[in-house]
Protein backbone atom coordinates (compact mmCIF):
# COMPACT_ATOMS: atom_id res chain seq x y z
CA UNK A 1 0.00 0.00 0.00
CA UNK A 2 1.48 3.22 -1.18
CA UNK A 3 1.62 6.24 1.64
CA UNK A 4 -0.53 9.01 0.54
CA UNK A 5 1.82 11.99 -0.13
CA UNK A 6 1.31 15.33 -1.21
CA UNK A 7 4.62 17.59 -2.04
CA UNK A 8 5.45 20.31 -4.11
CA UNK A 9 8.80 20.99 -5.21
CA UNK A 10 10.39 24.07 -7.09
CA UNK A 11 13.82 23.21 -8.42
CA UNK A 12 15.85 26.19 -10.30
CA UNK A 13 18.22 25.07 -12.60
CA UNK A 14 19.15 28.33 -13.71
CA UNK A 15 18.28 31.86 -14.27
CA UNK A 16 16.34 30.99 -17.14
CA UNK A 17 14.42 27.70 -16.30
CA UNK A 18 12.40 26.48 -13.07
CA UNK A 19 11.18 22.88 -12.40
CA UNK A 20 8.14 22.47 -10.15
CA UNK A 21 7.20 19.11 -9.01
CA UNK A 22 3.98 17.79 -7.88
CA UNK A 23 4.62 14.47 -5.79
CA UNK A 24 1.63 12.64 -5.52
CA UNK A 25 -1.72 13.56 -4.92
CA UNK A 26 -2.82 17.30 -5.98
CA UNK A 27 -6.02 19.06 -5.79
CA UNK A 28 -7.96 21.96 -4.10
CA UNK A 29 -6.03 21.46 -1.20
CA UNK A 30 -3.17 22.15 -2.83
CA UNK A 31 -3.48 23.74 -5.81
CA UNK A 32 -3.53 27.20 -4.41
CA UNK A 33 -0.20 26.88 -3.10
CA UNK A 34 0.65 25.55 -6.60
CA UNK A 35 -0.98 28.73 -8.80
CA UNK A 36 1.04 31.09 -6.39
CA UNK A 37 4.38 29.12 -7.42
CA UNK A 38 3.61 29.50 -10.68
CA UNK A 39 2.74 33.28 -10.68
CA UNK A 40 5.99 33.58 -8.73
CA UNK A 41 8.04 32.01 -11.65
CA UNK A 42 6.79 32.80 -14.60
CA UNK A 43 6.65 36.43 -12.68
CA UNK A 44 10.26 36.85 -12.60
CA UNK A 45 10.41 36.17 -16.38
CA UNK A 46 11.41 31.98 -16.48
CA UNK A 47 10.12 29.37 -18.09
CA UNK A 48 8.46 26.59 -16.35
CA UNK A 49 8.99 23.16 -16.23
CA UNK A 50 5.59 21.03 -14.22
CA UNK A 51 6.87 17.82 -13.77
CA UNK A 52 3.37 15.23 -13.16
CA UNK A 53 5.63 12.36 -13.55
CA UNK A 54 5.25 11.42 -9.92
CA UNK A 55 1.97 13.06 -9.62
CA UNK A 56 -0.53 10.31 -8.54
CA UNK A 57 -3.63 12.27 -8.94
CA UNK A 58 -4.51 15.62 -10.04
CA UNK A 59 -7.80 17.06 -9.87
CA UNK A 60 -9.48 19.81 -12.16
CA UNK A 61 -8.31 22.86 -9.90
CA UNK A 62 -4.77 21.42 -10.40
CA UNK A 63 -5.82 21.21 -14.25
CA UNK A 64 -7.51 24.80 -14.14
CA UNK A 65 -3.53 26.13 -12.71
CA UNK A 66 -2.26 24.05 -15.35
CA UNK A 67 -4.34 26.15 -18.09
CA UNK A 68 -4.28 29.20 -16.55
CA UNK A 69 -0.27 29.25 -16.18
CA UNK A 70 0.12 28.23 -19.46
CA UNK A 71 -1.88 31.10 -20.66
CA UNK A 72 0.54 33.36 -18.62
CA UNK A 73 3.45 31.88 -20.00
CA UNK A 74 2.22 32.43 -23.62
CA UNK A 75 1.40 36.25 -22.76
CA UNK A 76 4.85 36.57 -21.40
CA UNK A 77 6.97 34.85 -24.22
CA UNK A 78 7.80 32.01 -21.41
CA UNK A 79 8.30 28.63 -21.86
CA UNK A 80 5.59 26.16 -20.18
CA UNK A 81 5.83 22.38 -20.50
CA UNK A 82 4.35 19.71 -18.34
CA UNK A 83 5.91 16.60 -18.05
CA UNK A 84 3.52 14.13 -18.16
CA UNK A 85 4.26 9.67 -18.59
CA UNK A 86 3.47 8.82 -21.95
CA UNK A 87 1.30 5.87 -21.09
CA UNK A 88 -1.92 6.24 -21.70
CA UNK A 89 -3.06 3.86 -18.90
CA UNK A 90 -1.37 6.36 -16.27
CA UNK A 91 -4.21 7.94 -14.30
CA UNK A 92 -2.70 11.90 -14.47
CA UNK A 93 -2.69 11.37 -18.45
CA UNK A 94 -6.16 9.97 -18.37
CA UNK A 95 -7.58 13.06 -16.70
CA UNK A 96 -5.33 15.00 -19.34
CA UNK A 97 -6.30 14.03 -22.14
CA UNK A 98 -10.20 13.34 -21.58
CA UNK A 99 -10.54 17.42 -21.02
CA UNK A 100 -8.67 17.97 -24.40
CA UNK A 101 -5.71 19.84 -22.42
CA UNK A 102 -3.53 17.47 -23.72
CA UNK A 103 -4.38 19.42 -27.33
CA UNK A 104 -3.58 22.76 -25.02
CA UNK A 105 -0.62 21.74 -23.01
CA UNK A 106 2.91 21.17 -24.37
CA UNK A 107 3.63 18.14 -23.07
CA UNK A 108 6.72 15.96 -22.52
CA UNK A 109 6.77 12.18 -21.79
CA UNK A 110 9.22 12.81 -18.85
CA UNK A 111 11.16 15.27 -16.81
CA UNK A 112 14.50 15.48 -18.97
CA UNK A 113 12.27 15.72 -22.21
CA UNK A 114 10.28 18.45 -20.99
CA UNK A 115 13.43 20.57 -19.76
CA UNK A 116 14.52 20.02 -23.13
CA UNK A 117 11.47 21.41 -24.46
CA UNK A 118 11.51 24.13 -22.39
CA UNK A 119 14.93 25.21 -23.69
CA UNK A 120 14.08 25.20 -27.02
CA UNK A 121 11.08 26.82 -27.03
CA UNK A 122 13.21 29.56 -25.35
CA UNK A 123 16.26 29.85 -27.60
CA UNK A 124 13.79 28.67 -30.62
CA UNK B 1 -36.57 2.55 2.92
CA UNK B 2 -32.65 1.87 4.53
CA UNK B 3 -29.48 2.32 2.77
CA UNK B 4 -28.28 -1.20 1.54
CA UNK B 5 -25.31 -2.28 3.39
CA UNK B 6 -22.31 -0.38 2.56
CA UNK B 7 -19.82 1.99 2.69
CA UNK B 8 -21.10 5.65 4.88
CA UNK B 9 -18.73 7.90 5.29
CA UNK B 10 -19.61 11.62 7.15
CA UNK B 11 -17.01 14.25 7.30
CA UNK B 12 -16.70 17.99 7.72
CA UNK B 13 -16.86 19.61 4.14
CA UNK B 14 -12.90 20.53 3.78
CA UNK B 15 -10.85 20.24 0.68
CA UNK B 16 -8.21 18.46 2.62
CA UNK B 17 -10.85 15.68 3.89
CA UNK B 18 -11.13 14.86 0.08
CA UNK B 19 -8.47 12.73 0.02
CA UNK B 20 -10.16 10.82 3.18
CA UNK B 21 -13.00 9.78 0.80
CA UNK B 22 -11.29 9.67 -2.14
CA UNK B 23 -9.34 6.45 -0.26
CA UNK B 24 -11.66 4.89 1.11
CA UNK B 25 -13.68 4.36 -1.89
CA UNK B 26 -10.98 3.27 -4.13
CA UNK B 27 -9.71 1.13 -0.84
CA UNK B 28 -13.59 -0.40 -1.43
CA UNK B 29 -13.14 -0.52 -5.10
CA UNK B 30 -9.71 -2.86 -5.30
CA UNK B 31 -11.35 -4.76 -2.45
CA UNK B 32 -14.17 -5.62 -5.11
CA UNK B 33 -11.56 -6.29 -7.16
CA UNK B 34 -12.35 -3.08 -9.53
CA UNK B 35 -9.95 -2.87 -12.41
CA UNK B 36 -7.00 -0.81 -11.69
CA UNK B 37 -8.51 1.68 -14.83
CA UNK B 38 -12.07 2.49 -13.25
CA UNK B 39 -10.69 2.63 -9.58
CA UNK B 40 -8.11 5.68 -11.39
CA UNK B 41 -11.90 7.13 -13.01
CA UNK B 42 -13.82 6.57 -9.98
CA UNK B 43 -11.07 8.47 -7.73
CA UNK B 44 -11.30 11.29 -9.85
CA UNK B 45 -15.15 11.68 -10.12
CA UNK B 46 -15.28 11.47 -6.33
CA UNK B 47 -12.91 13.75 -5.95
CA UNK B 48 -15.19 16.12 -8.19
CA UNK B 49 -18.21 15.67 -6.70
CA UNK B 50 -17.03 16.12 -3.22
CA UNK B 51 -15.14 18.84 -4.17
CA UNK B 52 -18.51 20.62 -5.67
CA UNK B 53 -19.66 19.82 -2.04
CA UNK B 54 -16.79 21.72 -0.45
CA UNK B 55 -16.70 24.69 -2.56
CA UNK B 56 -20.79 25.28 -3.01
CA UNK B 57 -22.73 23.57 -0.81
CA UNK B 58 -22.25 25.58 2.32
CA UNK B 59 -22.55 29.55 2.21
CA UNK B 60 -21.13 30.03 5.87
CA UNK B 61 -19.31 27.53 8.11
CA UNK B 62 -18.29 23.60 7.33
CA UNK B 63 -21.18 21.32 6.84
CA UNK B 64 -21.25 17.72 6.49
CA UNK B 65 -19.75 15.88 3.54
CA UNK B 66 -21.68 12.55 3.00
CA UNK B 67 -20.22 9.51 0.80
CA UNK B 68 -22.37 6.35 0.81
CA UNK B 69 -20.63 3.39 -0.89
CA UNK B 70 -22.24 -0.12 -1.93
CA UNK B 71 -22.06 -2.51 -4.36
CA UNK B 72 -24.73 -3.58 -7.19
CA UNK B 73 -24.53 -6.31 -9.22
CA UNK B 74 -20.77 -5.50 -11.24
CA UNK B 75 -20.99 -2.16 -10.38
CA UNK B 76 -20.24 0.08 -7.33
CA UNK B 77 -22.66 3.09 -6.97
CA UNK B 78 -21.15 6.06 -5.27
CA UNK B 79 -23.16 8.76 -3.61
CA UNK B 80 -22.06 12.00 -2.67
CA UNK B 81 -24.33 14.11 -0.66
CA UNK B 82 -24.32 17.43 0.98
CA UNK B 83 -27.27 19.31 2.96
CA UNK B 84 -26.74 22.58 1.95
CA UNK B 85 -28.08 25.32 -0.52
CA UNK B 86 -28.32 23.35 -3.70
CA UNK B 87 -25.46 23.42 -6.41
CA UNK B 88 -25.66 26.70 -7.98
CA UNK B 89 -22.38 28.06 -10.21
CA UNK B 90 -21.42 31.54 -8.88
CA UNK B 91 -18.86 33.97 -9.84
CA UNK B 92 -15.16 33.05 -8.46
CA UNK B 93 -11.80 33.10 -9.34
CA UNK B 94 -11.30 31.55 -12.34
CA UNK B 95 -7.99 29.37 -11.29
CA UNK B 96 -10.39 27.26 -8.91
CA UNK B 97 -13.11 26.81 -11.74
CA UNK B 98 -14.93 23.80 -11.47
CA UNK B 99 -16.11 24.47 -15.09
CA UNK B 100 -14.42 20.31 -15.76
CA UNK B 101 -15.50 18.89 -12.71
CA UNK B 102 -18.76 17.33 -14.25
CA UNK B 103 -18.01 16.91 -17.25
CA UNK B 104 -15.38 14.69 -16.07
CA UNK B 105 -17.60 12.88 -13.92
CA UNK B 106 -20.03 12.69 -17.29
CA UNK B 107 -16.82 11.51 -19.31
CA UNK B 108 -15.37 9.01 -16.70
CA UNK B 109 -18.00 6.98 -14.91
CA UNK B 110 -20.88 4.37 -16.31
CA UNK B 111 -23.79 7.41 -15.43
CA UNK B 112 -23.85 9.49 -13.04
CA UNK B 113 -27.31 11.49 -11.89
CA UNK B 114 -27.48 14.65 -9.85
CA UNK B 115 -30.76 15.36 -7.66
CA UNK B 116 -31.88 17.57 -5.36
CA UNK B 117 -32.50 21.99 -5.27
CA UNK B 118 -32.45 25.04 -2.97
CA UNK B 119 -33.03 23.93 0.38
CA UNK B 120 -32.70 20.25 -0.44
CA UNK B 121 -29.16 19.55 -0.68
CA UNK B 122 -27.88 18.25 -3.50
CA UNK B 123 -26.66 14.35 -4.17
CA UNK B 124 -24.75 13.14 -7.28
CA UNK B 125 -25.52 9.55 -7.83
CA UNK B 126 -21.73 7.86 -9.76
CA UNK B 127 -21.96 4.39 -11.18
CA UNK B 128 -19.26 2.27 -12.29
CA UNK B 129 -18.65 -1.23 -13.56
CA UNK B 130 -16.25 -3.27 -11.56
CA UNK B 131 -14.68 -4.85 -14.86
CA UNK B 132 -13.46 -2.46 -17.42
CA UNK B 133 -15.40 -3.16 -20.08
CA UNK B 134 -18.15 -0.88 -18.82
CA UNK B 135 -20.75 -3.78 -18.35
CA UNK B 136 -23.35 -3.29 -15.77
CA UNK B 137 -25.27 -0.63 -17.14
CA UNK B 138 -28.25 -0.42 -14.92
CA UNK B 139 -31.26 2.03 -13.39
CA UNK B 140 -29.93 3.84 -10.34
CA UNK B 141 -32.47 3.91 -7.39
CA UNK B 142 -33.18 5.94 -4.93
CA UNK B 143 -31.74 5.44 -1.54
CA UNK B 144 -32.63 7.33 1.57
CA UNK B 145 -29.70 8.27 3.55
CA UNK B 146 -28.68 8.32 6.96
CA UNK B 147 -27.80 11.43 9.01
CA UNK B 148 -24.03 11.31 10.46
CA UNK B 149 -21.95 13.52 12.26
CA UNK B 150 -18.50 14.69 12.42
CA UNK B 151 -15.92 12.15 11.07
CA UNK B 152 -17.36 8.87 11.15
CA UNK B 153 -18.11 5.83 8.62
CA UNK B 154 -19.85 2.74 8.94
CA UNK B 155 -19.67 -0.46 6.91
CA UNK B 156 -20.11 -4.28 7.05
CA UNK B 157 -18.07 -5.65 9.68
CA UNK B 158 -16.63 -8.11 6.99
CA UNK B 159 -13.27 -8.43 4.59
CA UNK B 160 -13.91 -5.16 3.68
CA UNK B 161 -13.14 -3.38 6.76
CA UNK B 162 -9.33 -3.88 6.86
CA UNK B 163 -8.60 -2.34 3.43
CA UNK B 164 -10.80 0.06 4.07
CA UNK B 165 -10.08 0.80 7.77
CA UNK B 166 -6.08 0.91 7.05
CA UNK B 167 -7.06 3.22 4.25
CA UNK B 168 -8.08 5.74 6.09
CA UNK B 169 -5.94 5.76 8.69
CA UNK B 170 -3.37 5.80 6.46
CA UNK B 171 -4.12 8.92 4.88
CA UNK B 172 -5.40 11.16 8.35
CA UNK B 173 -1.80 9.61 9.54
CA UNK B 174 -0.01 10.98 6.46
CA UNK B 175 -2.17 14.05 7.20
CA UNK B 176 -0.95 14.61 10.62
CA UNK B 177 2.38 14.52 9.34
CA UNK B 178 3.66 11.07 10.93
CA UNK B 179 6.78 9.56 10.00
CA UNK B 180 6.52 6.61 7.83
CA UNK B 181 7.34 4.08 10.15
CA UNK B 182 4.73 5.91 13.08
CA UNK B 183 1.78 5.37 10.22
CA UNK B 184 2.90 1.81 9.66
CA UNK B 185 2.15 1.63 13.27
CA UNK B 186 -1.17 3.07 12.94
CA UNK B 187 -1.38 1.17 10.20
CA UNK B 188 -0.69 -2.61 11.89
CA UNK B 189 -3.04 -1.29 14.91
CA UNK B 190 -5.99 -0.76 12.37
CA UNK B 191 -5.26 -4.21 10.88
CA UNK B 192 -4.93 -5.84 14.57
CA UNK B 193 -8.87 -4.29 14.93
CA UNK B 194 -9.96 -5.78 12.05
CA UNK B 195 -8.21 -8.99 11.80
CA UNK B 196 -11.40 -10.85 13.89
CA UNK B 197 -14.25 -9.31 11.73
CA UNK B 198 -16.90 -10.25 11.70
CA UNK B 199 -16.72 -12.47 15.01
CA UNK B 200 -16.36 -9.63 16.93
CA UNK B 201 -18.95 -7.26 15.78
CA UNK B 202 -22.53 -8.80 16.94
CA UNK B 203 -24.16 -6.01 14.91
CA UNK B 204 -22.16 -7.43 11.42
CA UNK B 205 -21.68 -3.55 11.08
CA UNK B 206 -18.72 -1.96 12.23
CA UNK B 207 -18.97 2.12 13.32
CA UNK B 208 -15.60 3.47 13.15
CA UNK B 209 -14.80 7.11 14.44
CA UNK B 210 -11.37 8.36 13.54
CA UNK B 211 -10.22 11.89 14.28
CA UNK B 212 -7.19 14.01 14.59
CA UNK B 213 -6.27 15.50 17.51
CA UNK B 214 -2.83 17.62 18.08
CA UNK B 215 -0.59 15.37 16.26
CA UNK B 216 -2.59 12.20 17.29
CA UNK B 217 -4.92 9.67 15.57
CA UNK B 218 -7.95 8.62 17.77
CA UNK B 219 -9.67 5.55 16.56
CA UNK B 220 -12.62 4.53 17.62
CA UNK B 221 -14.72 0.68 16.45
CA UNK B 222 -17.25 -0.99 17.60
CA UNK B 223 -19.90 -2.14 18.86
CA UNK B 224 -17.91 -5.09 19.57
CA UNK B 225 -19.17 -8.19 21.61
CA UNK B 226 -18.63 -7.70 25.43
CA UNK B 227 -15.03 -9.59 25.82
CA UNK B 228 -13.88 -8.25 22.39
CA UNK B 229 -11.58 -5.68 23.62
CA UNK B 230 -9.68 -8.40 25.65
CA UNK B 231 -9.71 -10.44 23.14
CA UNK B 232 -8.35 -8.22 21.13
CA UNK B 233 -5.17 -7.01 23.19
CA UNK B 234 -4.57 -10.72 23.27
CA UNK B 235 -4.59 -11.24 19.42
CA UNK B 236 -1.48 -7.99 19.32
CA UNK B 237 0.97 -10.34 21.55
CA UNK B 238 3.56 -11.50 19.03
CA UNK B 239 4.91 -14.48 21.03
CA UNK B 240 8.13 -15.17 18.99
CA UNK B 241 9.45 -11.74 20.33
CA UNK B 242 7.76 -11.51 23.23
CA UNK B 243 6.08 -7.98 22.47
CA UNK B 244 2.33 -6.72 21.50
CA UNK B 245 1.68 -4.49 18.97
CA UNK B 246 -0.41 -3.00 21.96
CA UNK B 247 3.25 -1.40 22.49
CA UNK B 248 2.26 0.70 19.31
CA UNK B 249 -0.77 2.62 20.47
CA UNK B 250 -0.22 5.18 23.49
CA UNK B 251 -3.66 4.05 24.86
CA UNK B 252 -5.48 1.25 24.33
CA UNK B 253 -9.06 0.93 26.04
CA UNK B 254 -12.65 -0.49 25.98
CA UNK B 255 -15.25 2.68 26.40
CA UNK B 256 -19.01 1.40 27.13
CA UNK B 257 -21.66 2.82 24.76
CA UNK B 258 -25.11 2.66 24.49
CA UNK B 259 -24.94 -0.11 21.77
CA UNK B 260 -21.99 -1.99 22.84
CA UNK B 261 -18.47 -1.63 24.13
CA UNK B 262 -15.93 0.26 21.45
CA UNK B 263 -12.08 -0.07 21.34
CA UNK B 264 -10.64 3.55 21.65
CA UNK B 265 -7.15 3.83 20.36
CA UNK B 266 -4.80 6.61 20.49
CA UNK B 267 -1.70 6.91 18.33
CA UNK B 268 0.57 9.79 18.52
CA UNK B 269 2.55 11.45 16.10
CA UNK B 270 6.01 10.69 18.21
CA UNK B 271 5.44 7.31 20.66
CA UNK B 272 5.48 8.60 23.75
Known amino acids: MTVPVSRIGVDRLDADVAVIDLFGEHDLTTAPEFSQRLDALLGEGLSVVVDLSRSTFIDSSVLAALLAANRDADERGSGFVAAVPADETDGVRRVIEVTGLDQVLTLAPDRAGAIEAVRRGRDG | MSAPAGLELTIPAKAENVAI ?221 GGSLERLADEIRAVQEEDGEYILLRISRLPE
Do not use: C, W
Not at chain 2, 107 to 119: V, Y
Not at chain 2, 184 to 205: K, M
Not at chain 2, 214 to 221: A, N, R, W
Open chain 2, 21 to 241: VRHAVAGLAEALEMGTPNVADLKTAVTEASMNVVVHAYEEGVGPLQVLAYRESDALVVVVRDFGSGIRPRAEDERHSLRLGLPLIAALTDSFAISGGPGRGTEVKIRMSLSSNGAGRGELQEVELPMGRGTEMSMPAGELLAPVLSRVISILAARANFSIDRLSDAVLLGDAISAHAPDDFPEGTARIAVEEDEGSLLVKVGPLLKGAGDRLLDGMRIPQI
